[in-house]
Structure formats: C-alpha cells, structure tokens
C-alpha cells in the first residue's frame, strides 16, 4: 500500500504525500484505536500484528489489558479501520449535480455536514508493531488511482465475506444450541440467592446465636462470616452437626472457631458451569459470590445450580465413581464419554473441560487402585505413591489412552537390631516389598484395562519392573538417565517428566521430588541434549498468513506431533533449567512467571494459545471417535474458516517464540 500511495508520482510529489502520513510504532499491547473516538483516516500495519476486539464492559482495577470478545487478526499489509471507510466512500450524488460515473465523490461534496462516526471496536497491537497513519484527505488526493481503489476495495470485499461467514456460523450454533437446552451459559447473578437472604453474622457471635438465625428459615443451609466487610469463613447445617453436636462442644463458643476459613468464592460473573465444576472439583455444596469489589453479594449452592438444570452426567458420574464395583468399571467409560460430549457441545472453554474430564478419569483410577488393594492378602507393607505419565499427568486427557505409569515405594526400613541380624532383617523387608507391588501392579493394570485403559504397547506401566522401584531404585535410575543421556533414555525422560501424583503418600511423594531435584544438580549435558532434539523439530514457521502455506502445498498440520509435542518439551526443559519439577504445563508456565522467567503478558498469552491449540486438537480428534474414524492429531487446514486460520497462526506463532526462548539458553 505505501508504494501505491506514490505511484506514478513524481520524487517531490511522493514526499509531499508521504510527509502528511506518519510511522507510528506501537508497543504490545497499547491501543491503537479506541472504542467511541473520532476516526480521520486508516492505518497499514507494516510489521507486527494488532487485534479488533470489543472491550470489556466489566469494571476492573486490574492494571492488565482488559479483556474483550477479539474479531480478528490484523497482519502486514492490512489495513486498520475499515470498519468506518464507508463513510469515506459515500456514493449518494448531490442533488441538481451531474457527474460522471467514474468520478469518486466525498464527504464535503454533499450538502449536508457529515458528523464524526465513531464505533464500539477497539483496536490494540498483539506485539510490537509499526503502523503508517493514512488520513482521509491523502485517500482523497489519490483516489484517481486505480490501484489504490482496487486494493482498498479489495480489502473491504475480503473483509466483508470473513464477518458474514463468522456471523452465519454464529447463528448456526446458536440454533444448534436452542434458547433452553443449556443454563451453562446462565450466569451464576440470574442463578444465586441474593445478599438479603443470607444469614451473616461476625467471627466473635457465637455458635448458638447463628444456628439460631438459620433454623428460623428452614430454606437456609449456611452462614457467611464477615469482618470488616470481608468474607472470613462459611458455616452450613453440615458444620453444626459435625463439629458441635458430635463432638460435644460448647454453644458458647465463638462460631470462628467452626467456620471454613476463607472460603472459595466465586464472582457474580462467572459461568453456571465454572460454579458446578468448583463444587463437584473441591467436594463442597455452597459458594459466596461476590461482585467486582470482591464484596459479598450472594450465595449459590448445588441445590440452586441442580433447579437450573437436572442433574448432569458430571455429578452422576462423581457419585458413581465413589462406589463403583470391579463389575461396574467397564460401564464408566461410556459414562464419562457422555460427560465430554455434553461439555463440548455447550462450549464450555477447553481448559475447564480438561479439567473436569481429568478430575473424573484421576477418580476412576483412584477406585481401581482403591479395589486392587483390597484384591490384595494385606495392607501395603509399607508407603507408596502411583504416578500417571503421559496426557493423562499433563490433565490433557479428553477420551481413555493406553496406560502410563510408574510406581515408588519406601526404601525398607533399617533393622533397630544387632549389626549380625540388620542386613538380613533388611533384606526380608524388601523381599516382601517387592513381591507385594510387583503384585499390587499386575492387579492395578487389570483393573485399568478393565475401566477402558489399553495397556501399553511399550510397557510403560508400573507393572513392568523398570517402572516400578523403591525410593533410591528411582534415585540411580533418573542419575543414569541424566548422566548417561543415550537417545533413548532421552526419550524416556521426556515421558517420565511430566509425572503427576495421583495416589498414594503425601510425604513418600514429597521425598521422591527432592530425589528428581537432587538428581538434576549435574544434567547440564542432559538439559542440552534434550534442548538439541527440540532444535532437529522446530515448530513450523507461519509468520506469513496462513493462507501461504497452502501455496506451499501445505493442507495439513499434525498439531501433536508438530505443535503440542514441541510445546510440552520445550517447556518441560525451560521449567527443568529453572528448578521447576512438577506440575501441569499450564502450573509450570505459572511457576516460571512467579520466577519472572515469563512475563505476565507472555505467560497470558502463551495459556490462551494452548488452549487454542488443544481446543482443536480435542474436538477433531472426538469428532473423529464419535463418527467411528479412525483417531489422527491431522487437522485439514482448507476446512478452517479466515478467522480460525488466523487465530491457528497466532496461537503457533507464541508456541514457537517459547520454544525460541528456551533453546537461546543453548
């Protein structure tokens, strides 16, 4: 576009256009535009990338950017501020005047005074960007240009076709929806009980003075504790029979001494599906809500969200999965798939999907540890802990894989007797030790297949003696691996590392994460081996718009193995450099930012395009189930709208910058 501008232009003419624009540089996230301002030209970003959006109409004293619904991707090349360019070209003739059809006319030609448009968009830049300010009247000037018209016409026909086609799929899924199949999207304000109906009371008013207040409304079920207008605990029926009655204590007492401190809370806001999944995730039946001030303004409880809608698949399966029998198990898979289906039907976002479905499929793995323990002749002899590996300790699983898992036990204890008689004491302990886990595997890996989970064709499972060990057996086991890194003990730690507790000792699993520690003092060579493999498989390059790829003849894109699988490693590096051992990848992107390896805009921007990502990911590959195809991690990038496309390019793009920033330390 700045070439047109000067087109056919003599030197001092092109300098004198050029010098009524202005290069304007913009840092992440300024605003280049803002919403209800006057608008007297356009702008062409020539690098870095902005986004339209609407603002969020919530107040907010979070000194962040603001939040809002983004409609799309402004790249290179493009224009910023066509939505207002029709006013510029105006085609309606003033009256009593002949002019050729070919002549353009403008805004002062009519009779009428033209008043400023403004508009509810707003427009602020993704990154670093450098944009050309074009005012009107240059349009003006250079509008007998053929090529200027038909570029900006161009770009508003293109434009154009992206909001119909966006606006057409919005109302597609809206129907598909139905104005009464889903109070998912009800808000938890159109759900609570309001602020008049609850029983407050204060940290120092005693126990009998706020059981009285609840039982002169039978409706009522819990009290807020306040002090100074905070929230400081929660009492229910539930706390009065429990903690007073049973244990005999005294009415006097002050009721702080009984209450829930500082309870979840959760903002007036917030989605029917954020306060059910709150609930059913944290094992509690009532949340105080609040309002922007963090100020109570209600109370919802599992009742008031259960009359919203009849209970859903989601509690019936947490109910089930308490009590479920060996016989029960194969039942449950089809159970939870209906749960997934459900949620992704109602849009609920993609990472609390992930989150219930992964809470459900931990509790389903916890009841067949739970069942083969009591398959067992006796009690474990002594601590252990059952750790997950793979999608399901990343909480990115969606539909049952194969099995993935390791095993750690407690080293046997020493013997307090006589030196003759400790060695074989020892000894004795740890034969019985190893016979029992060896067997409790075998048995947890049959309960598993039997609730859905295929075992796994490279016998990662506890039940092959490599995935299993005593405390110290796990200590020389991850020191060989970081100190001997042969390709394939590489690719073992990449699997191994992404560990996640899902049974067994609080304390035995604390030591066991001081071990990895300690085992990474020296795994520099091990870190820049890892870091090398990542370097032989870069994310793919897309910062051009998507669109080139396809000249390229490039239709597909394996996010697995392509994106998500780069992603997982590289941060799985970057945390391990930093000391970070354990966690989700989306706790490890949060752990590296309390480190201030990530910046807060990086560190948000990086979760919003994983789950750009996943969100793609699981859909396709549950679309793929539902229709009995066979499961691939290919998506078929011609069948993505321009809005998805762009969004797909801008999610990779920030994979690819922390993958970047991990290998600069190499």
């Known amino acids: 576009m700045k070439h047109l501008l000067t087109k056919n232009l003599s030197e001092d003419q092109a300098t004198h256009i050029l010098s009524q624009c202005q290069t304007l540089h913009y840092n992440q996230n300024d605003i280049i535009l803002h919403a209800n301002e006057n608008r007297e030209g356009v702008f062409l970003v020539l690098s870095g990338m902005a986004e339209i959006y609407i603002p969020s109409q919530t107040p907010t004293n979070i000194k962040s950017k603001s939040q809002g619904e983004v409609l799309e991707i402004i790249k290179p090349n493009e224009l910023i501020g066509l939505s207002n360019i029709h006013h510029f070209l105006i085609t309606q003739l003033p009256q009593n005047q002949q002019v050729e059809a070919k002549t353009p006319l403008y805004p002062d030609q009519l009779h ?113 504790i306040l002090e100074s207008a905070k929230i400081k605990g929660i009492v229910t029926m539930h706390d009065f029979v429990n903690r007073v009655i049973t244990s005999g204590k005294s009415t006097q007492d002050q009721v702080q001494t009984i209450m829930t401190q500082n309870p979840i809370t959760i903002p007036k806001t917030a989605y029917y599906y954020e306060a059910l999944t709150t609930m059913l995730l944290n094992g509690f039946k009532h949340l105080p809500v609040t309002n922007e001030y963090n100020q109570l303004t209600g109370i919802v409880t599992l009742t008031d969200l259960l009359q919203a809608k009849q209970p859903t698949a989601m509690l019936q399966n947490t109910e089930t999965l308490k009590t479920a029998t060996k016989e029960e198990l194969p039942q449950i898979k089809k159970q939870l ?118 075992r796994c064709k490279g016998d990662m499972m506890a039940s092959n003696p490599k995935w299993r060990g005593t405390l110290e057996d796990w200590g020389f086991r991850i020191q060989e691996w970081t100190l001997h890194a042969t390709n394939d003990r590489l690719l073992i730690a990449q699997n191994f590392f992404s560990y ?62 392509e994106v998500l699988f780069p992603y997982h490693h590289s941060l799985q590096i970057l945390a391990l450099m930093h000391g970070v051992t354990y966690g989700t990848p989306i706790e490890k992107i949060d752990q590296l930012h309390e480190k201030k390896i990530l910046s807060e805009n990086f560190q948000k921007d990086l979760k919003a395009s994983v789950a750009t990502i996943l969100n793609y990911y699981v859909r396709n590959r549950h679309q793929q189930h539902q229709k009995g195809e066979e499961l691939t991690s290919t998506l078929t990038l011609p069948t993505l709208t321009t809005r998805e496309k762009e969004e797909l390019m801008l999610s990779i793009r920030l994979i690819k910058e922390l993958q970047n920033h991990m290998l600069s330390y190499y």
């Open 112 to 224: 009428t005074h033209q008043p400023h448009h403004q508009t509810l968009l707003q427009v602020r830049a993704i990154d670093d960007t450098e944009a050309l300010y074009i005012p009107y009247h240059i349009l003006k000037e250079r509008w007998s240009e053929p090529g200027i018209r038909d570029y900006i016409l161009n770009q508003v026909s293109s434009r154009l076709h992206d909001v119909y086609h966006s606006l057409a799929e919005q109302i597609t899924i809206s129907k598909s929806l139905g104005q009464s199949t889903d109070p998912t999207i009800l808000q938890v304000q159109d759900i609570m009980q309001a602020k008049p109906t609850i029983i407050t009371a204060k940290t120092t008013d005693t126990i009998q003075s706020v059981a009285e207040k609840l039982s002169k409304d039978s409706t009522m079920t819990a009290a807020i």
């Open 337 to 454: 798939y209906a749960t997934l289906t459900t949620m992704l039907q109602q849009q609920v976002p993609i990472l609390a999907t992930l989150e219930v479905m992964n809470t459900l499929y931990d509790q389903l793995i916890q009841r067949c540890i739970e069942l083969s323990i009591k398959e067992m002749p006796s009690a474990p002899p002594t601590k252990f802990c059952f750790y997950l590996m793979g999608s399901g300790a990343r909480k990115e699983q969606f539909l049952l894989t194969d099995q993935d898992h390791f095993l750690v036990y407690e080293n046997p204890p020493e013997s307090a007797q006589n030196p003759d008689t400790q060695a074989n004491s020892t000894t004795h302990s740890g034969h019985i030790a190893t016979r029992y886990f060896a067997d409790l595997s075998q048995k947890i890996v049959a309960n598993l297949e039997l609730a859905g989970y295929q």
């Open 500 to 561: 996640r507790h899902i049974a067994g000792d609080d304390t035995l699993h604390k030591q066991f994460q001081q071990t990895i520690l300690n085992s990474l003092d020296r795994a520099k060579i091990f870190l820049y081996r890892l870091s090398q493999l990542e370097r032989e498989n870069p994310i793919p390059t897309l910062e051009q718009p998507i669109r080139s790829m396809f000249r390229r003849n490039k239709k597909q894109l394996d996010l697995k193995k």
